[in-house]
């Protein structure tokens, strides 16, 4: 069975850091352009980072440039968020997507090309 599962969410105060992980099985990720989405609540989810399939291209959101990091580790079946300088506004949960045949700003943007989904991992951020 293929699926994404996310794990490294919690509860940390404004200006930590956290450093979410997505881990595939069941498919490698090497044929994938991969991404990181939030949904806050009330809110409509919304693309946070994508990478190309060997790393070469990312997108940010404007809301997270500058303080998150967006890397993968194909050997390990594995992408990585580091999240730095967390904000109240970053509270949501986080999701894992894996798309095919598409760009990192088109996957981000409008979800194209999304065919896997993970179940998401929650980040609280609060003093």
């Known amino acids: 069975q293929s699926q994404l599962v996310e794990s490294g969410g919690g509860l940390v105060q404004p200006g930590g850091s956290l450093r979410l992980s997505c881990a595939a099985s069941?498919?490698?990720?090497?044929?994938?352009?991969m991404g990181w989405f939030r949904q806050a609540p009330g809110k409509e989810r919304e693309g946070v980072s994508c990478?190309?399939?060997?790393?070469?291209?990312?997108h940010y959101a404007d809301s997270v440039q500058g303080r998150f990091t967006i890397s993968r580790n194909n050997a390990n079946n594995t992408v990585y968020l580091q999240m730095n300088s967390l904000k109240p506004g970053d509270t949501a949960v986080y999701y894992c997507?894996?798309?095919?045949?598409?760009?990192?700003?088109?996957?981000?943007?409008?979800?194209?090309?999304?065919?896997?989904w993970g179940k998401g991992t929650l980040v609280t951020v609060s003093s």
């Open positions: 069941g498919f490698t990720l090497d044929d994938y352009v």
């Open positions: 997507a894996a798309a095919a045949g598409t760009t990192v700003q088109a996957m981000c943007v409008r979800d194209n090309g999304v065919i896997y």
């Open positions: 990478i190309s399939v060997r790393g070469f291209n990312t």
